[in-house]
């Protein structure tokens, strides 16, 4: 291993890459650049996009609720890596599965091997964990560091690798050489990534801000220069070597050199930020980038909870208390309530709000609810029980649950109404009490009729720009009883149409489990009624796979 500290006279192209840090030399992209191939982005919740030809694959569910931070290719460009903060290795394509660290929690980037029979986790204190024929070339594990590791590179040979932190310095091991480091130098922006040359010989790093280091490596260009709204992420080397890409958080790609830019993720609604990506090697490229964005997810397939009624009384809240332990066991992105949590007029109490707030909390995934007519509409005084779950169920930006995810909600005050994505499938719920959407007042029904209904175009609206592959709609009243809101029903049946992907509305209140497709006109929508009543001990557990034509396949539990 060679300290990446040196002292002594700073080498010519150290001088270049600090003129391009500090913007004195702005590259550009090279449109008409040979193919320099394909390339996928992942997302800090497995969301995969794929670009200019690189394979659309299907990403196994995750057994982990740990953030994303890294993925690397197969030599073969038709799968690849990704890996967590806890060390959790997903396989994807052609990647064989080689093993996950288990117990580290802090694990930055992963690298291949030449074979692409094994990789390296290198985590932010140095250590380095070797899977399949990835050999152990050493690490800094014990040693502390001036500043911690946020990227790797491997060799050509796969006989060593280069760790590098945060202020530039370069720990090399195996047969990398050094050839320099920044861990001298005061930087404007942190170093975030890394990436080798074709032959080895030298490396890059690339800043938050888009300003490149090159070290025995030709300089291509930078952003440094420029005034970026969102922090450079990571940076690949084209197959060829003759350039390379920087990433944003938002998916916004820069090329430099021969790497062509043909798509980003800059024009989507990404429901998590990006934070890596992978070249898939030559193949078919488009001309131009496409006039709409490509927002072509392969994202990671999973699964969501769905129930209904949760009992009507104390003797039944057990039974909830069951179905969450169950639900605890498995890997849902999050459980969705759809109304009633109590027997109407009867436990119209804060005692008894408080008493469900607590247990919806205890869920292990982001938890959300959406009011039924018995914990409002059917009390006492509905205006004021609504505004106490207000305060209480929706007082901020977040769900429920031990792990949470940030929600939108619409403008007060109808915040119950919530709006949220995962790998670019769109959710919603709305306030639609059943058995009818009346409220305690024609002036209140009318009004929240009028919000429900932007609220659910606001959603199509958001599908629409993002191209999502599918739509999930929550909300209590059986629209299909022939007392329901006949303009929000009208609403939903002409947007599913014209969306023409999978649409799916989640309702309850009527207390009869069905899967069908009721309006026979439009074969992409689906009603799932969910359980309720004396089948409170049963849920629905949804599959969502935004890659396939169906999107979501549904399942029946019982606790």
Known sequence: MRRAYPTGVVSLVLVVALLAFGGALTGTTRAGAASSGGYWLVGADGSVYDFAGAPRLTVPARNSSASVVGMAATPDGLGYWLVDTNGQVTAVGSAPGLGSAGSVRNVVDIAATPSGKGYWLATATGDVLPFGDAGNHGSMAGVPLNKPVVGMAATPSGRGYWLVATDGGIFAFGDAPFRGSTGHIQLNQPIVGMAATRAGSGYWMVAADGGIFAF???????????????????MQRTPDGDGYWLTDTRGKIFGFGAAAVNGDASGCSLPAAVVGMAASGPGTISPAPSPRPNCGISASTFSVGLIGDTGYDSSQ?????????????????????????????KYCTSARDAYIYGVFNGF?????????????????????????????????????????????????????????????????????????????????????????????????????????????????????????????????????????????????????????????????????????????????????????AKVFSFTTMTS
């Open 317 to 345: 809240d057990a039974i909830l208390l069951n179905v969450r332990a169950q639900m605890a066991t498995l890997p849902l992105g999050f459980v969705v309530h759809n109304g009633d949590i109590h027997m109407g007029g």
């Open 364 to 548: 292990a995934s982001p938890f959300i609810y959406t009011p039924g007519d018995n914990e409002w509409r059917d009390c006492s005084s509905p205006m004021a029980r609504l505004d106490a779950l207000r305060s209480r169920f929706f007082s901020t930006g977040r769900s429920l649950g031990q792990t949470t995810i940030p929600l939108t909600r619409q403008s007060a005050p109808y915040v119950e109404n919530a709006r949220w994505s995962k790998a670019n499938v769109i959710f919603a719920t709305l306030n639609v009490p059943g058995p009818r959407s009346n409220g305690p007042s024609s002036s209140e029904t009318s009004a929240r009729s009028k919000a429900n209904i932007a609220w659910l175009n606001a959603a199509f609206d958001e599908a629409e720009a993002a191209r999502s592959p599918a739509v999930m709609i929550i909300w209590q009243d059986n629209p299909f009883d022939g007392s329901s809101d006949a303009a929000l029903v009208s609403t939903l049946k002409s947007r599913t149409a014209a969306f023409g992907r999978p649409v799916v509305l989640v309702h309850g209140d009527t207390h009869k489990f069905r899967i069908d497709h009721p309006w026979s006109s439009l074969p992409n929508f689906t009603r799932v009624e969910t359980y309720a009543g004396t089948q409170s001990n049963k849920w629905v557990r949804a599959t969502i796979d935004p890659s396939s």
């Open 216 to 234: 025995n490596a030709p300089f291509f260009g930078s952003t440094g220069a420029q005034s970026l709204s969102r922090p450079i992420v990571t």
